[in-house]
């Protein structure tokens, strides 16, 4: 049976998390086929030291050491940005059924976007898109804590 | 001062005890601009049942904790097989300054196959590339192994 539930709330409130952390803030949340949530991240590059830190990558992480397995079929990846490339092949590699997210990424992104890593006739598994999910809140988060750095950045001047 | 030793048999090394292991014979060094080796992995996506356990990821985590940095800014990668677009685009992140790889990758690499990762507008940052570094060794290492696997697989029939 579907799971018919947005778990957007869930990836909105890590990537809340990661901002108030000083982190760009993104969040992500994978779920099982019957709703069970496996794993949840926000963005930690920052505080890890480490550039392969994002919510997507380190929810892969999470889930599969939960599962103790490489892939997350039947898995759903809920984030509220568009997967840069290296996520959006690591989603792939995972092997995840559904990719849900909220704010469209025009710089960076690899879904719709850039690479467009599921486009590529080497792409060796393709989960169902669904783009556009709460995008405004998504999108928002985002803005509000690039301005406020910018603000903060202009103080230090 | 750039550092002209080729650094790819120290890869080969951990490509061939990655294969050892029982997982895909790729391996990874990263070095600094003066010659120093930072970090070094094999692949371990069966080991950490980690599908983004690569050896490239690996090495760039291992030499992030190292030098307590993000950024690798003035490092070499070198790796026995043409990255994944997963890896091209931590490299990017990772500001790696030079790129070299052995082995061509025409299904699932994303340097000079497939979603060309360094190619696209998109691309924040793109190293010099440095390809077919050793690479009858490094091709050879993964034909040697997938042809032991595919006897294996029919002896077990």
């Given at each position: 049976m579907h799971d018919f539930t947005s778990h957007m709330p869930i990836a909105i409130d890590e990537a809340k998390a990661a901002g108030e952390r000083g982190e760009v803030p993104v969040g992500a949340v994978i779920v099982s086929a019957?709703?069970?949530?496996?794993a949840r991240a926000g963005n930690e590059t920052r505080a890890l030291n480490?550039?392969?830190?994002?919510a997507e990558i380190l929810a892969i992480r999470r889930a599969c050491a939960a599962l103790g397995s490489e892939r997350l079929i039947g898995c759903s990846l809920w984030v509220t940005l568009e997967p840069c490339p290296m996520c959006a092949a690591a989603i792939g590699f995972a092997r995840i059924s559904r990719l849900y997210f909220g704010a469209s990424d025009p710089?960076?992104?690899?879904?719709?976007?850039?690479?467009r890593i599921f486009d590529?006739?080497?792409?060796?598994h393709v989960p169902e898109l669904f783009n556009g999910i709460a995008e405004d809140q998504c999108t928002v988060l985002l803005r509000d804590f690039f301005a406020q750095k910018r603000r903060a950045s202009k103080k230090g001047q």
């Open positions: 019957d709703g069970e949530i496996i480490d550039p392969t830190a994002h710089k960076s992104g690899g879904v719709d976007h850039g690479p590529a006739s080497s792409a060796h």
